[in-house]
């Protein structure tokens, strides 16, 4: 081999058993760079960085792998928002990846996965800045959660119509500022005495204009009303610091989360006392909930993620037949959301089998979200 040079060292070696002698002669390669005294060996410094980048170079080839397996998992199951950005593979990459690697470019293909992306790299950031450790220690001092779902049912029975969770909402992608005098508090009792079960709090800032600090000024205010942290959630850190941060619900979106994540975070949910609203919207992301054990909470958007348009036809679809008798017989509470406006649309949706709605825009926009809640369901709700 070229570099190593071959010596023959010690022609006869002899070893002795207890009968015998045995002899023979064996070849053994030294390098080159030993047996020339005049050439530099690498010092000990220089062969461990060396080791070092190797093993850093692998741990980014694996990390990029996972990555990879990921997005594969999440195709199986007709997900088409990606986590993050495709970045090409490592340097000189070889592995099970390395014929199917596709250039789909970097550009979002629709807002929803623009948030995700973005979401990604924010919480990156904010872990870092508060580690998973941290935060489950915080989670001593958070405070007591409060039956979301169970208020959802109590305003039901007492109104007769669905439960109306409200949304505290400056802002979306879509419509831009929906209200220019913004104080989060004051929505928020406005809704709680126009009849409001429980409360949704828009936290994603880049977006919708929302914050944690709103979630927790809300709770700190002393609000009565259950609260949804409405989150973009990826990571299972999220659904502690919402939980520290006074939210009594969270949001999971099926056409971002892969089944497994719904399940193992759902479970984090029970755990520490939160309920899990679990948002589909479509035929395909409903049959995956409703095979996914312990789901309580189902809401439907009426948004198509691909062109944002609204139909509230959607919701009547995705009960009718054997989904909406599976709904019946797990005594799930299905949430109305999206393209909701008057008297006539919620009539629509509890018709369809929907026993809670979320609402945002059609009352935030008004000055009196009260007057709002009265107008949107033709009469008074309030207690």
């Not at 080839?61 to 990555?67: A, P, S």
């Not at 872990?127 to 109590?154: C, Q, W, Y």
């Not at 999220?238 to 969270?250: E, L, N, S, T, W």
Request: with cysteine; hydrophobic share 40%; net charge neutral.
């Amino acid at each position: 081999m070229e570099g190593l040079v071959s010596v023959r060292a010690s022609p006869k070696i002899s070893f002795y058993s207890l009968n015998q002698r045995t002899s023979f002669s064996f070849r053994h390669s030294i390098p080159a760079s030993l047996m020339n005294p005049t050439k530099r060996i690498p010092s000990l410094p220089l062969i461990r960085a060396k080791l070092d980048e190797e093993a850093e170079n692998a741990l980014k080839v694996k990390e990029w792998e996972v990555g990879m397996f990921q997005n594969e998992i999440a195709a199986s199951q007709g997900i088409r928002i990606r986590r993050r950005p495709l970045t090409g593979p490592p340097t000189h990459y070889v592995g099970p990846f390395e014929f199917r690697l596709q250039n789909e470019g970097n550009t979002p293909c629709n807002i929803l996965e623009e948030i995700v992306w973005n979401k990604d790299v924010e919480v990156t950031k904010m872990k870092e800045r508060m580690p998973l450790s941290v935060l489950k220690k915080a989670i001593e001092n958070a405070p007591p959660t409060r039956d979301f779902i169970g208020a959802l049912r109590v305003a039901q029975l007492r109104t007769g119509v669905p439960g109306l969770i409200a949304e505290v909402k400056k802002a979306s992608p879509s419509r831009g500022v929906l209200r220019e005098n913004f104080d989060p508090v004051e929505i928020a009792k406005a809704y709680e005495k126009g009849g409001a079960a429980c409360l949704s709090v828009l936290t994603d800032e880049k977006y919708f204009q929302g914050s944690f600090e709103n979630l927790e000024a809300i709770r700190k205010a002393g609000v009565q009303c259950p609260l949804l942290c409405k989150e973009f959630i990826i990571d299972a850190w999220q659904i502690y610091y919402a939980c520290i941060k006074g939210a009594d619900a969270v949001l999971l979106i099926a056409a971002v989360l892969p089944d497994l994540d719904i399940r193992y975070m759902t479970k984090i949910c029970k755990m520490l006392g939160l309920a899990a609203l679990v948002e589909v919207h479509d035929e395909r992301e409903m049959d995956r909930v409703l095979g996914i054990e312990g789901i309580e909470l189902i809401g439907i958007n009426n948004r198509n993620l691909e062109t944002f348009e609204v139909d509230i036809r959607n919701t009547k679809k995705l009960l009718e037949g054997e989904r909406g008798q599976v709904i019946r017989q797990k005594d799930m509470i299905v949430v109305g959301e999206s393209g909701l406006f008057t008297p006539d649309d919620i009539a629509y949706v509890q018709e369809a089998g929907v026993k809670a709605v979320l609402v945002g825009e059609s009352i935030v926009k008004q000055n009196d979200p009260g007057k709002g809640i009265s107008g949107l369901f033709g009469k008074d709700i309030s207690s």
